[in-house]
């Protein structure tokens, strides 16, 4: 079963009472999720936990990226052995943090993505020169 | 100011990105608009001024103290927005059309000086009144929507908009979106998108620019925290480095989904057309008598004052002044002449020495109005260099006055022209090399104590030239800053905070004057000192058209005046006659001047000048005028004065391209020395109208590229040769005029100054303690420290008496018919007015009996008696159970005593308290009623005076400079040039001025007891010794001795040592507080006696080994 089934409706004219699935496919599922992230009055699970980030879970894990440059965002990224492509850029940020201290200096450029059903806060880390998985939400 | 980007480069970058307009928001001001403008008119892009202000807050229900904390929207932080920082919230305004532009300098100005609800908030009334024109935007995330949407208060943010809508008109209320690319972004933007819908009101991206480049963020962080006295990160505490200047392309993908927002900055551009109409001249209204024009007064006032000026008249004096008033019509200008007139005139009815300065001594009319007193006909001055019928500029006058009388002036031109039409002129701070190390090490969390170490003993240079000056300045050998590891960055953000303005100023006697009032034209602040200031440099101000008049304080004039004084009141009224209008023919005068006996004598006294003095024998008031003209940056580093003196002194012939040049150039041996000559040579040459040839001076004086300047060049050449001058001569012609047109000096601005320096050198020769005492009494002045300039009149046999509470007064007066001078007690340090008028009016009732008596009846605290008795002002008071005074020993131990006995029994009653000397020690020196030894006074003296009262310092260590073959300053005049010297001396000044070589010479001023020694201090032995001098106040110099006509008397010193003065029996004397030392270089605000004026530079004269 899809993923997208695991969201479900009830409709009070159905009098058996049972659920239907809400969204038919991932491709009417995307849409109404980035809609939702964008949404104003959603607080996401993620700023619930008061990470630097904002992300549900951090992480820091190097991870390998494929850049579209074209959109001048991630096109696929490869997580645990599992590659994932991006379904969606939900956001992008940037972050520069205390520069004159070399042991707590940070210069990112951060995409929240949506891919396989989930957000993922991936990174590009300057300093380093290379890709971290900063976030899920799962 | 937590603006990293310069208005240059900001413009310069939006030109490349191709954008047709560019807003510039200052905070609470509108600083950099004017200049901001200029620039974006001449790229070709349409300016838009505005100003980000701080609101109150406005979208609260109720007192937002009564919310529960949680509740409460917090301000933004305080930084950035002077006394409003953290008092409301951030509001963005920009003016549509010259209506817009006023209102808002009306706004801001009303918030500046306190006329709104809160000190530097705007409320909604005042926003509502003064919105005409303007168009407003609801502000950066520090704005009170923008807050309110981050703390998840999306009504609050509702009802703050509508308010402030409220005070628009419809469709000039524009809600700000922007995208920092912080993950709160998205959430942001989109809220206050379905706001603005809900309100129906248009909504605009802006992007919140602090930087042109992505790299300066450092540079906004650090000022930022500067700006909020506080460490890094800073106030903000910005998440990123996304303020800097992103092109429409970027901007459009940053609001990808409300492309509306992008479009809307298009229409407000189009809307915002402001024009400020640089190049209209604005001058103050001024009243003229029924009937007449502001000409014809004018005219009427010239010709008066011209017979009183030409007796008797002369034709060409009529003529000249026809000319000028002709073109003083042609241009418009009467009225502002007029308005100078006004206030010289008001000047010189209440006795203030007024003297105008600068170009305006070229104009027969300023001198026949009294404005100048050089005669411009006489000097060979020309009205064009002044006035340029062929351009119509702005007219610069600047008058000199009386200092300590600046103020009748001021509160005049308040009162005559009103309070809403004056302002003063601010100027712009900007970082120095001190400075940009201080902010940055301050940013970076270093302790002041730290801080003060980095920044101390470094020399005034410009913070990009800070690696240079670490690793060449002797003086910096041992600095802190050269700990790589440590201080790094510092060194790293110093340099590029180098130049960067730190905040207003205020311009030292700049005024403007306007016919509308002045917060029409410029908001104004309130200023350190406490008067309005307008937010406009000298630059923006004659950019605008507007009159600035300096009016300028000068301690001289006050010194005159005073010297004048005391000599009227010592041989009678009729026996001093006004010096000013004094025949500049005196050859004693001249004399005193030749022989460089010129201490204190205005623009004459530095050690370059009397090291040109003794070069150049002035005879004339005409070789006054060259001396100040020769002593110049400009000419010094032309390296024009060899030839000068060599010419002079026909050790070289004079010899000049062309023969028509040999007139113009006669006064000056064949010399470009003056601006005006540039003129006379284009005229003779090249056949030029004195006007077309005051636009060749100014075009070659700019900045040209190599084909601007051959193209001037060519049409020189061209019409030489048309006039039949030979092409070869023409060149050459030519090259000299392009050789020294940059560097000339202005002949009326060295013929204004020459006036004072006269009459300073008169009142010098012949009333030489009036005159020292004058100048002691307006210090800080001129170029020596108040102890040179006492032990300068010692060395003119006048007698120094000690200060005494029964004989001084306040201030340094004469006694002894004019052959003493006796200290006053006003530079005992640490003694208060209260005492100082205590001992006065005390002393008016009858002498002081003793200490005891001293301290019931003046009420001295114990530091201030304690001071009065080390320095001998209490000596020879009372009598001891031995029958004598007590000598200062025991003063000193009475004095706790008599303290608490008259703190317990008060001050009633005139009975003489009785304390019996403490136990003290035994006096060194019996025979003087101190009981102290000559070390010890002379000690005290210095440090409690800074004088040297009883000796100079250098006359315990009488024994020890024979013993080490010590030639004295009065000796070196009669050896031999090249003579091997060894001379020992306290440091006066120690100047760097820039070179020609561009190498680094070091010009030491010492003083010995018998006069000043002058030692110039090569490279080479400067980097051996460099930090010898910024560590020491006393040296012993070994070197070579240069006298002869060509290049003065100077000493070239080959070693330097550090010298302990010493008296016989070993004891060290402390020269601290009477002698400088410190770093090398001009140092602000001692040097020159223009207070508004740098020290020139130190001699040039010497011969490079």
């Not at chain 2, 203030?352 to 600068?358: E, S």
């Not at chain 2, 003694?831 to 008596?853: G, N």
């Not at chain 2, 910024?1030 to 008397?1049: D, F």
């Amino acid at each position: 079963m899809g993923r997208h089934r695991a969201i479900k409706q009830y409709r009070p004219a159905d009098r058996a009472g049972q659920p239907l699935d809400l969204f038919t496919g991932r491709a009417t599922r995307t849409p109404v999720i980035l809609e939702l992230l964008r949404s104003p009055w959603i607080v996401r699970g993620s700023q619930l936990v008061s990470g630097p980030l904002g992300s549900g879970k951090r992480r820091e894990e190097p991870i390998e990226v494929v850049w579209d440059g074209s959109k001048r965002a991630p096109a696929a990224f490869e997580w645990n052995g599992t590659r994932y492509r991006v379904d969606a850029l939900v956001q992008t940020w940037s972050v520069e943090r205390a520069w004159w201290d070399p042991r707590a200096r940070m210069s990112r450029r951060c995409f929240r993505v949506l891919a396989r059903g989930g957000l993922y806060d991936l990174a590009f880390d300057r300093h380093e020169g290379r890709w971290l998985l900063v976030g899920v939400v799962d | 100011m937590d603006g990293a980007a310069d208005v240059g480069a900001l413009v310069e970058r939006a030109a490349a990105y191709g954008m047709p307009a560019l807003a510039l928001t200052d905070h609470q001001g509108l600083s950099g608009a004017v200049r901001f403008y200029r620039a974006a008119k001449k790229a070709g892009i349409r300016p838009i001024v505005g100003a980000e202000i701080v609101v109150e807050p406005v979208g609260c229900v109720g007192d937002e103290g009564d919310a529960p904390p949680t509740a409460r929207l917090p301000l933004p932080p305080l930084a950035g927005f002077g006394r409003a920082a953290g008092q409301g919230f951030h509001l963005t305004l920009l003016a549509k059309d010259r209506t817009g532009y006023a209102n808002l300098c009306a706004l801001i100005t009303r918030m500046h000086l306190g006329k709104t609800q809160r000190p530097s908030v705007a409320g909604l009334e005042d926003l509502a009144r003064f919105s005409e024109g303007l168009i407003g935007l609801s502000g950066c995330p520090y704005g009170e929507a923008g807050a309110a949407v981050l703390a998840g208060q999306a009504s609050r943010a509702e009802r703050a908009l509508a308010a402030l809508a409220r005070c628009f008109a419809p469709g000039d209320f524009y809600v700000e979106l922007m995208n920092l690319l912080v993950p709160e972004s998205p959430r942001y933007v989109a809220t206050l998108v379905g706001i603005a819908e809900r309100l129906g009101l248009p909504i605009v991206a802006t992007n919140d620019v602090h930087y042109v480049e992505k790299r300066e963020f450092r540079l906004h962080d650090v000022l930022a925290a500067a700006g909020a006295r506080t460490g890094l990160p800073g106030p903000y505490e910005r998440q990123n480095a996304e303020l800097w200047l992103k092109p429409a392309s970027e901007m459009r993908r940053l609001f990808a989904g409300v492309p509306g927002a992008c479009d809307a900055t298009l229409a407000i551009a189009e809307r915002c057309d402001l024009d400020l109409g640089l190049g209209t001249l604005h001058f103050p209204s001024v009243e003229v008598p029924r009937g007449e024009t502001p000409y014809s007064t004018l005219a009427k006032a010239a010709w008066d004052g011209l017979g009183k000026r030409y007796r008797p008249l002369t034709p060409e004096a009529v003529a000249r002044l026809e000319r000028e008033l002709a073109a003083i019509q042609q241009l418009g200008f009467a009225e502002y002449f007029l308005v100078v007139k006004d206030i010289v005139d008001f000047a010189r009815s209440r006795q203030i020495r007024a003297t105008g300065r600068g170009s305006a001594g070229d104009s027969i009319v300023a001198y026949a109005l009294g404005i100048t007193d050089a005669d411009p006909i006489q000097h060979d001055l020309l009205f064009e260099r002044f006035l340029n019928p062929a351009r119509r500029q702005m007219p610069d006058i600047d008058v000199d006055f009386d200092s300590r009388r600046r103020d009748e002036v001021v509160a005049y031109i308040y009162k005559r022209f009103g309070e809403d039409h004056v302002a003063m002129v601010a100027t712009i701070q900007t970082m120095g090399a001190r400075g940009a190390v201080r902010t940055a090490a301050r940013a970076l969390g270093f302790p002041p104590r730290e801080i003060d170490a980095l920044s101390r003993n470094l020399p005034w240079t410009s913070a990009r030239r800070l690696r240079e000056v670490l690793a060449a300045y002797p003086e910096c050998r041992n600095h802190p800053l050269h700990d790589q590891e440590r201080y790094g960055l510092v060194i790293e953000l110093a340099e590029e905070l180098a130049g960067f303005p730190m905040h207003l100023g205020t311009h030292l006697g700049g005024f403007l004057i306007t016919k509308e009032p002045v917060w029409t034209w410029a908001p104004l602040q309130i200023a350190g000192k406490g008067v309005a200031v307008a937010q406009y440099d000298k630059d923006d101000v004659e950019a605008l058209g507007l009159v600035k008049m300096d009016i300028l304080g000068l301690r001289m004039h006050s010194a005159i005046s005073d010297a004048v004084e005391l000599a009227r009141a010592r041989v009678g009224e009729d026996a001093v006659p006004e010096p000013f209008d004094l025949a500049p023919d005196d050859p004693e005068v001249f004399a005193m001047i030749a022989r460089a006996d010129t201490v204190g004598v205005f623009q004459l006294e530095s050690s370059g000048q009397r090291n040109l003095a003794t070069r150049l024998k002035p005879r004339t008031f005409g070789d006054i005028i060259a001396a100040i003209s020769l002593f110049r940056p400009g000419p010094l580093e032309a390296e024009m004065i060899t030839p000068f003196i060599r010419r002079r002194h026909g050790i070289e012939p004079v010899s000049v391209p062309h023969p028509a040049m040999a007139e113009v150039l006669r006064d000056s041996y064949g010399v470009i020395l003056y601006q005006e000559q540039v003129l006379r040579v284009a005229h003779a040459v090249a056949g030029f109208s004195l006007a077309e040839a005051d636009l060749l001076r100014r075009a070659m004086t700019k900045d040209r590229s190599r084909a601007e300047m051959e193209a001037i060049r060519e049409r020189f050449v061209e019409h030489a040769v048309e006039r039949g001058v030979d092409r070869s001569a023409a060149e050459e012609a030519f090259r000299q005029i392009e050789g020294f047109a940059a560097y000339g000096f202005c002949k009326a601005h060295a013929a204004c100054f020459a006036v004072i320096s006269y009459a300073s050198a008169w009142l010098k020769r012949y009333f030489p303690a009036e005159f020292a005492c004058a100048i002691l009494n307006n210090e800080p002045m001129g170029f020596y420290t108040p102890r040179a300039v006492l032990n300068d009149a010692r060395r003119h046999g006048i007698e120094v008496l000690p200060p005494h509470v029964n004989r001084s007064d306040a201030e340094h007066t004469v006694e002894a018919d004019g052959r003493a001078i006796r200290v006053g007690l006003k530079d005992v340090c640490g003694i208060t007015q209260r005492t100082l008028a205590a001992i006065a009016r005390e002393r008016a009732r009858r002498p002081f009996l003793d200490l005891a008596d001293f301290l019931r009846r003046t009420g001295a605290e114990t530091p201030e008696a304690e001071s009065l008795i080390r320095v001998g002002a209490l000596d020879g008071l009372g009598l001891t159970d031995a029958g004598r005074p007590p000598t200062r020993d025991e003063m000193l131990a009475m004095l706790p005593e008599l303290k608490a006995v008259i703190a317990r029994e008060g001050v009633a009653g005139d009975d003489v308290l009785l304390i019996a000397p403490g136990k003290a020690r035994t006096p060194e020196c019996p025979q003087h009623p101190s009981g102290w030894s000559l070390l010890r006074r002379v000690s005290a003296e210095l440090e409690i005076l800074g004088l040297s009262i009883s000796c100079h310092p250098l006359e315990l260590a009488d024994d020890d400079l024979d013993r080490c073959g010590v030639t004295r300053a009065r000796e070196l005049q009669a050896l031999d040039d090249r003579t091997r010297v060894r001379v020992v001396g306290v440091r006066e000044r120690a100047q760097t001025p820039p070179t020609r070589s561009g190498k680094r010479t070091c010009f030491l001023t010492l003083e010995d007891a018998t006069g000043l020694l002058d030692v110039v201090v090569f490279e080479d032995v400067l980097q051996r010794t460099g930090d010898v001098i910024v560590s020491n106040r006393a040296y012993l110099v070994e070197g070579t001795l240069q006298n002869n006509p060509e290049r003065g008397l100077v000493i070239v010193a080959e070693r330097i040592e550090p010298y302990v003065v010493r008296a016989r029996d070993g004891a060290p004397v402390r020269l601290r507080r009477a002698v400088p030392s410190g770093p090398l270089g001009p140092q602000r605000g001692l040097a020159g006696a223009p207070e508004d004026e740098q020290d020139p530079a130190c001699s040039a004269c010497v011969q490079d080994p």
